[in-house]
């Protein structure tokens, strides 16, 4: 990173720094919130209104569909698994809800599973937390210190403000993509920022685009920033109770556009291009509210269709109520169902060939520590899939 790159609308200052290796250059530390400029023009205005049409079409759709909640969570893992691959972690869908039902079991390596589910504990987390605590530096702690369960603390420091010179991208600083401000800085621009998003007055969807650019920048931990800065955008979202459930998620987005996202991020920071990102950033939620309403309207049709399946004489409640089940966690063994219901294990047995029987569980076993378990794969594909035609629909 050089002063080169930095114009004169840059919405901060250069100050001189020095790596681990003793090399000097220069960080960046962003000015104080809100930004010196109004965020009135027509483009972003136009973008604003679509964005917030959008979201409020999913709220609607939240509070008229049945049984919403068996959907959230899904949406979170999915959101999850698309957050941590922006970082360069891979596991699956399926992956993250094995992990989640045998969280021990016989497979060797599972600490990509490991780190994705941190992601949707820390989120769980900080939306209980977060009525007892403003979105600020306490709480963004706790929650890192979640997402960074199973890591080396002495490498990571899980939980605690970084107290050290980071870089995004190689040493020496002169060859970093870009280096946050030094430690010394992180603080009062964490108070600042914790305060701006309490505070100011800006639509709540700029807010968040600015808030989401400041975090990243003062990048305040060692590690898990750019997921723990994704994932308060639905807990904002969510704190402000303008859905009924945390049903929106730009990982999808940002994932697609990687490229860009980290482009526009940085051209705020070297040359001010806020209405840029601001752009991008409506747009992406505009996207993932649509891709909400139809993958939501996907799955509640799946439900439905699944419940009458399974009608008539043979049917008895606690088969619904594994469907329901399977709506929560998309994967299920014999002793899992027997606990849940509190019946015996060939009744339990008995229930989940029938839900083979209608081709809603895949009769072929993933088996951990001695217990089979069974997916629902075409569940699972309904959560994961390419939703682009669907979502031209709604739009439509």
């Given amino acids: 990173m050089t002063p080169e790159q930095f114009t004169d609308q840059a919405p901060g200052r250069l100050v001189e720094a020095t790596d681990a290796l003793g090399n000097r250059g220069h960080a960046f530390v962003p000015a104080d919130l ?33 049984r919403p909640d068996l959907l959230f969570r899904n949406f979170l893992r999915r959101e999850a698994v698309l957050s941590s691959k922006i970082e360069g972690t891979h596991t699956t869908l399926a992956d993250l809800i094995m992990f989640e039902v045998a969280p021990g079991g016989e497979i060797d390596d599972r600490k990509d599973d490991e780190i994705v589910a941190n992601y949707v504990a820390a989120f769980n987390y900080g939306c209980d937390r977060c009525s007892e605590l403003p979105i600020g530096r306490r709480l963004l702690s706790e929650m890192h210190e979640i997402l960074m369960r199973g890591t080396n603390p002495r ?143 996907r799955l509640a049709d799946l439900r439905v269709s699944y419940h009458l399946k399974l009608t008539g004489p043979r049917t008895t409640q606690n088969i619904h109520r594994l469907i329901d089940e399977l709506f929560k966690i998309p994967a299920i063994s014999v002793p899992i169902a027997r606990d849940l219901l509190e019946i015996s294990y060939p009744s339990a047995r008995a229930l989940i060939d029938r839900l083979i029987e209608a081709g809603i569980l895949t009769s072929k076993t993933i088996v951990l520590a001695g217990t089979a378990y069974y997916i629902a794969g075409g569940l699972i594909h309904a959560i994961d899939s390419p939703i682009e035609a669907e979502a031209e629909q709604v739009q439509q």
């Fill in 34 to 66: 809100p930004p010196a400029r109004d965020f009135g023009a027509r483009g972003l205005r136009l973008a604003l209104s679509d964005a917030d049409q959008a979201l409020a079409r999913l709220g609607g759709m939240a509070r008229e569909i049945e």
């Fill in 155 to 297: 490498e990571k420091t899980p939980g605690v403000i970084r107290d050290c010179l980071v870089a995004i991208g190689e040493l020496p600083l002169a060859r970093a993509r870009f280096v946050p401000p030094p430690e010394l800085f992180v603080p009062e621009l964490l108070e600042n920022l914790a305060d701006y998003i309490q505070s100011y007055k800006e639509p709540l969807l700029v807010k968040l685009a600015v808030a989401h650019y400041q975090f990243e920048t003062i990048h305040p931990f060692r590690d898990g920033n750019g997921r723990l800065g994704r994932l308060l955008i639905t807990l904002a979202l969510h704190r402000a109770r303008l859905l009924s459930g945390p049903l929106l998620y730009l990982s999808a987005y940002l994932e697609q556009h990687r490229d860009e996202y980290y482009d526009l991020l940085l051209r705020v920071s070297t040359h001010g291009a806020w209405d840029e990102w601001i752009q991008f950033f409506l747009d992406g939620v505009r996207t993932q509210a649509l891709d909400g309403i139809a993958r939501t309207t």
